[in-house]
């Protein structure tokens, strides 16, 4: 079994930042792809960045020039860094991985974490 826990969200103003960390744990020994989606409300759920072992990255155009993905394996953590933040932006921001290949050499497809608010308000 693996876990994905995401933190950092919160409200910010219009062209703040916040930085989301995403945390694996478990008996994890290589985890393929990680990324980031967000749903608002109403909204269906979209893909914001991702990150490949390695880090061969895809952002969403919405998230160029502003967003930055980055992981660290040693710590079996993915982040997003957001600047510029936009009332749009405001989301409840998942973590996902494709495939994690664990300690038994076992693979487990298609986990997500429980989420994190971001909120981007005046």
């Known amino acids: 079994q693996v876990q994905l826990v995401e933190s950092g969200g919160g409200l910010v103003q219009p062209g703040g930042s916040l930085l989301l960390s995403c945390a694996a744990s478990?008996?994890?020994?290589?985890?393929?792809?990680m990324a980031w989606y967000r749903q608002a409300p109403g909204k269906p759920r979209e893909l914001v960045a991702n990150?490949?072992?390695?880090?061969?990255?895809n952002y969403a155009d919405s998230a160029k020039g502003r967003f930055t993905i980055s992981r660290d394996d040693a710590k079996r953590t993915v982040y997003l860094q957001m600047h510029s933040l936009k009332p749009e932006d405001t989301a409840v921001y998942y973590c996902?991985?494709?495939?994690?290949?664990?300690?038994?050499?076992?693979?487990?497809?298609?986990?997500w974490g429980q989420g994190t608010q971001v909120t981007v308000s005046v």
């Open positions: 996902h991985t494709d495939r994690i290949l664990t300690g038994d050499g076992l693979t487990i497809d298609d986990s």
């Open positions: 990150i490949d072992y390695d880090d061969n990255i």
């Open positions: 478990g008996r994890i020994f290589q985890i393929n792809i």
